[in-house]
């Protein structure tokens, strides 16, 4: 009865988060003014939008890629509080929450560890072939 109980709530969570809610009300865009408004928008949020460089082009992505990457470790993380939450009292549940929070804390560990390693070599290859 318990994993019933656990199944609506989890199928209820993601019905309101991912069916509902992005069907809020939202205000009617002149179309004609599309590409003006979203140039708008990047240029407010501090990214240059008449840029073509690679270079450019691959930092962006990355920190689009770092950022995904943090929306899944807050997801795990809430979840995986969530089950512990939900196990009252049962330790193999609260088991598996705590595997699944330490996977978690591990996986954005080694996330950050491989972005600082390649910052840190980009950065220090082209001190090297700029000085040249």
Excluded at 24 to 30: H, Y
Excluded at 72 to 82: C, D, H, N, Y
Excluded at 93 to 98: C, E, L
């Amino acid at each position: 009865m318990k994993k019933n109980k656990f199944k609506k709530i989890l199928i209820s969570f993601f019905i309101f988060f991912f069916l509902i809610l992005p069907l809020a009300p939202v205000g009617a865009v002149n179309l004609s003014d599309w590409d003006a408004m979203l140039g708008g928008v990047g240029f407010d949020a501090g990214y240059n939008t008449g840029q073509s460089d690679p270079i450019a082009l691959a930092g962006t992505i990355i920190k689009l890629l770092l950022s995904l990457l943090g929306v899944v470790f807050l997801a795990l993380m809430i979840f995986g509080g969530f089950k512990w939450m939900m196990a009252q009292g049962n330790e193999t549940q609260v088991s598996d929450a705590k595997n699944l929070i330490k996977a978690a804390i591990i996986g954005i560990v080694i996330v950050f560890a491989a972005y600082a390693i390649s910052y840190f070599v980009v950065e220090a290859l082209t001190k090297t072939t700029i000085n040249l």
